[in-house]
Structure formats: structure tokens, C-alpha cells
């Protein structure tokens, strides 16, 4: 069991930090960059408003968010729509030895 007190961190009992954790910490620093990109136009994020358009954190971003979310699941709903199993006469379900 892990006790949790003041500059310690969270840990599960495997003692790794747990995935909700990581995810909000990567969703802050990426924040943080893009605030400071168009914000303060930090010149070492590479991105600004004449650089990186909405436009272009959309293409960005939907290909990586459609791919598992849309086409896979489809595709895997036409495959197996198209698989069949057959089982030869006599054959019972279980492998020989």
C-alpha cells in the first residue's frame, strides 16, 4: 500500500504512476506548448499563427483519432461478416493428440 503525502506521488500498487496521471500530466505540458507557441510565440515550439493553422492540427490529429475509432472497427465488422468456419463431418471441436 503506498501512502501519499506532501512532494510524493501517487502510485498504484505495482508502484507505477497511474495512466490517468500520465495522460493529464501530457495534456498539460502539451497546453503549456501550445499557449506559448500562439500566445508568447516561443520561437523553439517551431508553431505560431503562420506556421500551424487550425487547419493543419487537423489534419494532425484526424487521421491518428479516425484510424481506431472508424475505419478498424468497420473493417473488422466486414471481415468477419465475410469469414466462415467450416468444420468437417465427423470432426469433433477438439484437436487429436
Do not use: K
Amino acid at each position: 500500500m503506498s501512502t501519499s503525502g506532501p512532494g510524493q506521488r501517487r502510485e498504484d500498487e505495482t508502484g507505477r504512476v497511474p495512466r490517468g496521471t500520465v495522460f493529464a500530466a501530457a495534456g498539460l505540458a502539451f497546453a503549456i506548448v501550445l499557449w506559448g507557441g500562439y500566445g508568447r510565440d516561443w520561437a523553439w515550439t517551431g508553431i505560431n499563427g503562420s506556421t500551424a493553422t487550425l487547419w493543419d492540427w487537423l489534419h494532425l490529429w484526424l487521421l491518428p483519432l479516425l484510424l481506431p475509432t472508424l475505419v478498424v472497427p468497420a473493417l473488422l465488422l466486414l471481415v468477419r461478416s465475410r469469414v466462415t468456419i467450416v468444420v468437417p463431418p465427423g470432426a469433433s471441436g477438439r484437436a487429436s493428440r
